[in-house]
C-alpha cells in the first residue's frame, strides 16, 4: 500500500532542520509557490484547451504552431502580456485602478488551496470547507466592480454594475445547491465530504434532489463567473469589453486567468461534492491513493469541458432575463429542493452502494 | 397590426388618375412623355395640398413613397417623388420645381410618409433645398461645416473632384 | 453631429453613448448615438457618411459601362442584383430585346448571390446576439457558393458579370453541376441551423416581441425587403413588378405579421428555402443562344427619365436616370433599401434595451455602404 505521506515527510524534515516558527512559515511560504505555480500552469493550458476546445466546434483546428499542438501558445502570449506598456487612463483614480485585479487573483487562489487533490494531499482543511469556500468566491466581485468605477469610463461602469448584480443574485443559488448536499454528508469539512462518497457519490447518493441541485448549481456557477451565456458583461457585440476595457498588458492578464480559474473552482466544487472528488467509481484503484489526482482532474475537466460547450453554443442573455431566472425560477426551486432532500434523508431514502 | 382599410383594390390608368388628379387641382401640368409612369408638376404653394389628398384619398391611396431625389436643371432645382400604392399597385411621379436657386424652399412631407425625413435631408445636404416643417433638417453624409451643395451642377472642387 | 447640443438637451438621469464607428455590432461604419437612461433607450440617431464617396457624382461623369463597376460596391452582398439593376434600366432605355438564356442565368446567379448574402447575415446575427460560432458554420457555405462564383465570374465579391447587353462571357461547364451540388448540401445544413439557433429558447427570448413594427409604419417608414415582409407588408419587387425570368418561376412570398425581430429573421430563413426552389426551377432547363446583344461601343440613353425596382437581399434597389441624350447620365439616383430601413431604427429602439437594440438591428440587416453610397 503505497501511502501518501510526502506532505508529512516535509512538514518533518523542515520542523528537524529550523526552529519551530521560521518552519511553520517556511512551510506556508512552500505550499505558497506551489499553489501559484500550479495556478499559473493550470491557467495558461486552460486557456489553451478552451481556444481548441472552440476551434473543435467551429469547425477549424485552433493554435498549432507554437509548440507541438499548440502546447507552448499560451507562455507566448503570456510573454507578449508581460512585455505590453501598462497603460492607465489620466483621470483614473490610480490607488484603486491598481488594486482592482489583485482581489479577483488573492480570492481565487485562496479558493484553489482547500480542495483535496488526493488522500492527505490538501493545504487547508479546515472544519468550515464549505463556508470557507462560498465566502471567498464572493471576495472576487469587489475587484469587478473596482475595475469598473476606477476606469472612469462609461462603459467599463455599466459592465461593472452589470457584472455586480449578476454575481450577488446567483451566490444565492450557488451557496444554497451547495448546502442542498450538505444535509446529506452532514459535515462542512471537505476530506470529510469525500470519506462520506466512499459510499457512493453523492450525486447518486441524493438522487432526485441532488441531481436538481447539479443542475441549478451548473447554471449558477455558469453565472457566477461570467461566463456564456451570462456573459453581458464582457458581451463583446455590446459595450466594447466591459470592466476591464481599460486594462492592459499584465493587469489584463490577471483578469482574464483569473476568470479561467474560477470556472476550474466551480468545476472542482462540483466535483467534490456531487462526484466524489477524488474517488475513482467502485473503488478501482483505491490502493493507489495517488492515482486520486488522476481522477480529480479528469472529472474536473469533463465538467469544464461542459462549460466550455455551454459558452459556444447558446445565445446570450439580456440583464432582466438574466435576474428573472434567479429570481424567479431558480430561487424558489432551490428552496423547494432543499426540504425535498430534508425528506429523503430523514426518512433514509439516500441510495448507498 | 393596425386597421385593414377595406379597398377595393383598383388599378387606375394613367387617364383615369389624370382625370381625378385634376378634379382637385386644375392648374397641375400632366406628362407622360419621356417616361414609363404619369408625371405630374406642380406648383411649390400647392405641394403638400396635393401630396396630402394622393395619400387621403381611397381611390389613388398613395401610402408609399419609394424614392425622393433632387435634381438641378441647370436653371432651377427640383425635387422628384415617386410615390406608389400598396393596394392598387400604380404609380406616378410629382415633381415640382423652383427658379430660386438662393434659397429654395418646399414643404415637407415628413408628416405625410415618415421615410421623407431622412430623404429631405439628404436633398438639403447636396443641393441646399430646405423643407418647412421638417423636424431635424440639418446635413446628414456630409460633415457640418462643410462649404456648398456638391450634387449642383455649378458646383466646384479642385480638390476633391477629378474631372476627366 | 454636434454632440454638446445632444447633452444639453436631455434631462439628468440620462446619459449618453457612443456606439461606433468601429464596433462588431454595427455592420460596417455606422455611428449611433443613443440617449440612455439606466438601461432603457430614449433616443437613437444614426450618423451617417463615414464611408460616403459620391457615387452619384462620379456617375454623372462616367459611362454606362463604367457605372455597372460603381454598383457592386455599394452593397457588396448583392453585387450581382446591383449590377443587374444598372443593366436592366439601360436595357430597358434602349428597348433591347435580351435573349432568354441571359435572362435565365441572371436570376439564377441573383438567387444564388440572395442566399450568400442571407448566409452570412445569419452568422453575424448570431455573433451579435452571442451565439459565436454560427459565425463560423454561416461562412463555411458561403464560401462553397463564393468559389462557384470565382469559376464563371473571376471575382468573389465585386462580381461585374452583367454588362449592359448581357453578360460579360458565358457560364463555365462545371456551373451547373456545382450549383446543383450546391443546394443538396444545402439543404440539409439549413436545417441543422434552424434547430441551433431558431428553436434555442435563449434566442427567442432575445427575439420575440422585441423592435416591433407595425405594418402602417413599415409603409410610411419606406420599409422594404424582409423589414417589411416581417411586418405583413407585401412587398417582393419579384412579384410586383417582375423583372428577368422571374416571371417564369414560381415561389411564395414569405410572410409573416407579428412584426418582431423573431419575424424578420423567419422570413429571411423561409427566403433562402424559396431561393433555392427557383434555382431548382431553373437550373435544368437554361435556354441555348446568345450570352449579349450588341450595342453601341458608347451608350447613349433617349432623353427622358427611366426608373428600374429590383429586389437586393436587403430589400428593393431602385436606379432612376435623368438622360439627355448625352454619353453620360444627367443625374442618377440609387434608392438604396438600408437607408428606408435605418431610418426606422429610432422608432423600434426607443424603449427597449441595448440589448434589444443590437438585436432589431442586427435583423435589420444593414450595410453601411448601401446607405451612404
Wanted: hydrophobic share 45%; charged share 20%.
Amino acid at each position: 500500500m503505497i501511502t501518501l505521506s510526502i506532505t508529512k515527510n516535509i512538514h518533518d524534515w523542515l520542523f528537524s532542520i529550523m526552529p519551530e516558527g521560521v518552519a511553520s512559515i517556511a512551510e506556508m511560504v512552500l505550499i505558497a509557490v506551489v499553489y501559484l505555480a500550479i495556478f499559473a500552469v493550470a491557467g495558461l493550458y486552460l486557456v489553451l484547451l478552451e481556444r481548441k476546445v472552440a476551434a473543435w466546434f467551429q469547425l477549424r483546428i485552433g493554435p498549432n504552431r507554437v509548440g507541438f499542438w499548440g502546447l507552448l501558445q499560451t507562455m507566448a502570449d503570456a510573454l507578449k502580456l508581460v512585455s505590453k506598456e501598462l497603460t492607465g487612463t489620466a483621470k483614473a483614480d490610480m490607488f484603486l485602478y491598481n488594486l482592482a485585479p489583485y482581489f479577483v487573483i488573492v480570492s481565487s487562489l485562496m479558493a484553489l488551496a482547500v480542495f483535496p487533490f488526493t488522500q492527505e494531499f490538501q493545504a487547508f482543511d479546515i472544519n468550515i470547507g464549505i463556508f470557507f469556500l462560498i465566502a471567498i468566491s464572493s471576495i472576487g466581485v469587489i475587484g469587478i466592480l473596482l475595475g469598473g468605477w476606477a476606469s472612469n469610463n462609461k462603459f467599463a461602469l455599466i459592465g461593472a454594475m452589470r457584472s455586480g448584480v449578476q454575481t450577488i443574485s446567483y451566490e444565492l443559488s450557488v451557496g444554497l445547491s451547495l448546502l442542498t448536499m450538505v444535509l446529506i454528508t452532514g459535515s462542512l469539512q471537505l476530506s470529510e465530504i469525500v470519506e462520506v462518497q466512499k459510499n457512493g457519490w453523492l450525486i447518486v447518493q441524493g438522487h432526485i434532489p441532488a441531481v436538481i441541485a447539479f443542475m441549478i448549481y451548473m447554471i449558477a456557477g455558469t453565472a457566477e463567473t461570467n461566463r456564456a451565456p451570462f456573459d453581458l458583461v464582457e458581451a463583446e457585440s455590446e459595450l466594447g469589453a466591459g470592466f476591464h476595457t481599460e486594462y492592459s498588458g499584465m493587469k489584463f492578464a490577471y483578469f482574464f486567468l483569473a476568470e479561467f480559474i474560477n470556472m476550474f473552482i466551480i468545476a472542482a466544487i462540483a466535483t467534490t461534492i456531487f462526484f466524489g472528488g477524488w474517488l475513482s467509481p467502485f473503488g478501482i484503484t483505491e490502493s493507489i491513493p495517488l492515482l486520486g489526482v488522476f481522477w480529480f482532474l479528469g472529472k474536473t475537466l469533463v465538467i469544464v469541458f461542459l462549460m466550455m460547450w455551454f459558452r459556444w453554443t447558446f445565445p446570450r442573455l439580456r440583464i432582466d432575463q438574466l435576474l428573472t431566472l434567479e429570481w424567479k425560477y431558480l430561487l424558489p426551486l432551490n428552496l423547494l429542493n432543499i426540504i425535498l432532500m430534508a425528506l429523503v434523508v430523514w426518512l433514509n431514502l439516500t441510495i448507498q452502494i | 397590426m393596425g386597421l385593414m382599410k377595406d379597398y377595393k383594390t383598383e388599378f387606375m390608368t394613367n387617364e383615369a388618375l389624370q382625370n381625378l388628379i385634376n378634379s382637385w387641382i386644375p392648374e397641375l401640368e400632366f406628362t407622360e412623355e419621356g417616361s414609363q409612369f404619369l408625371n405630374i408638376k406642380v406648383k411649390p404653394e400647392q405641394l403638400h395640398q396635393l401630396m396630402s389628398q394622393l395619400k387621403s384619398n381611397p381611390e389613388t391611396n398613395f401610402d408609399y413613397l419609394f424614392c425622393l431625389s433632387g435634381v438641378d436643371y441647370e436653371k432651377e432645382l427640383g425635387v422628384v417623388y415617386h410615390i406608389e400604392s400598396t393596394t392598387h399597385r400604380h404609380i406616378v411621379v410629382v415633381k415640382v420645381q423652383t427658379e430660386d436657386r438662393e434659397n429654395p424652399t418646399f414643404d415637407s412631407v415628413y408628416d405625410i410618409w415618415k421615410t421623407a425625413e431622412f430623404h429631405e435631408r439628404e436633398v438639403f445636404d447636396f443641393f441646399g433645398i430646405i423643407f418647412n416643417n421638417h423636424p431635424n433638417l440639418k446635413r446628414l453624409f456630409l460633415t457640418e461645416d462643410w462649404d456648398g451643395f456638391p450634387l449642383r451642377k455649378d458646383y466646384v472642387d479642385e480638390i476633391n473632384m477629378v474631372i476627366k | 453631429m454636434d454632440t454638446t447640443t445632444i447633452k444639453n438637451s436631455f434631462k439628468s438621469e440620462e446619459y449618453f453613448i457612443n456606439m461606433g464607428p468601429q464596433h462588431p455590432a454595427t455592420h460596417g461604419v455606422l455611428r449611433l448615438l443613443l440617449t440612455i437612461d439606466g438601461e432603457i433607450i430614449k433616443k437613437v440617431e444614426p450618423d451617417l457618411g463615414y464611408i460616403h464617396r459620391s457615387i452619384e457624382k462620379m456617375c454623372e461623369r462616367d459611362s454606362y459601362q463604367q457605372i455597372v463597376h460603381l454598383t457592386d460596391r455599394m452593397d457588396y452582398l448583392s453585387s450581382h442584383i446591383n449590377n443587374e439593376a444598372v443593366c436592366l434600366t439601360v436595357e430597358n432605355a434602349l428597348q433591347l430585346e435580351i435573349p432568354d438564356r441571359v435572362k435565365v442565368i441572371r436570376t439564377i446567379i441573383g438567387e444564388l448571390t440572395r442566399i450568400a448574402s442571407h448566409t452570412l447575415w445569419w452568422g453575424v446575427m448570431g455573433m451579435d446576439v452571442g451565439a459565436l460560432t454560427t459565425y463560423f458554420y454561416g461562412f463555411r457555405d458561403r464560401e462553397l457558393i463564393n468559389d462557384i462564383f470565382e469559376e464563371t465570374c473571376g471575382a468573389r465579391l465585386t462580381m461585374n458579370y452583367n454588362i449592359p447587353g448581357g453578360l460579360m462571357f458565358d457560364i463555365h461547364p462545371n456551373f451547373v453541376k456545382r450549383t446543383k451540388d450546391f443546394i443538396a448540401h444545402f439543404k440539409t445544413k439549413l436545417p441543422e441551423y434552424d434547430t441551433l439557433l431558431t428553436g434555442n429558447v435563449i434566442f427567442q427570448k432575445r427575439m420575440k416581441g422585441v423592435g416591433i413594427l407595425t405594418k402602417e409604419d413599415a409603409i410610411s417608414f419606406g420599409a422594404s425587403g424582409p423589414v417589411g415582409r416581417g411586418s405583413g407588408y407585401s412587398c417582393d419587387v419579384r412579384k410586383h413588378h417582375p423583372y428577368s425570368a422571374l416571371d417564369k418561376v414560381t415561389f411564395k412570398e414569405a410572410l409573416k405579421t407579428e412584426g418582431d425581430s423573431l419575424a424578420r429573421y423567419e422570413v429571411r430563413i423561409q427566403e433562402m428555402w424559396e431561393s433555392m426552389s427557383i434555382i431548382e426551377q431553373l437550373i435544368d432547363n437554361i435556354p441555348e443562344g446568345d450570352i449579349q446583344v450588341a450595342t453601341n461601343a458608347v451608350i447613349k440613353l433617349p432623353k427622358g427619365e427611366f426608373y428600374q425596382k429590383v429586389e437586393t437581399a436587403r430589400g428593393e434597389l431602385g436606379v432612376y436616370i435623368v438622360s439627355t441624350g448625352t454619353k453620360n447620365p444627367y443625374r442618377l439616383k440609387f434608392r438604396s433599401p438600408g437607408f428606408s430601413n435605418i431610418s426606422l431604427l429610432n422608432h423600434i429602439a426607443v424603449g427597449g434595451k441595448i440589448g434589444d437594440l443590437v438585436a432589431s438591428m442586427a435583423t435589420l440587416d444593414i450595410v453601411v455602404p448601401d446607405i451612404d453610397r
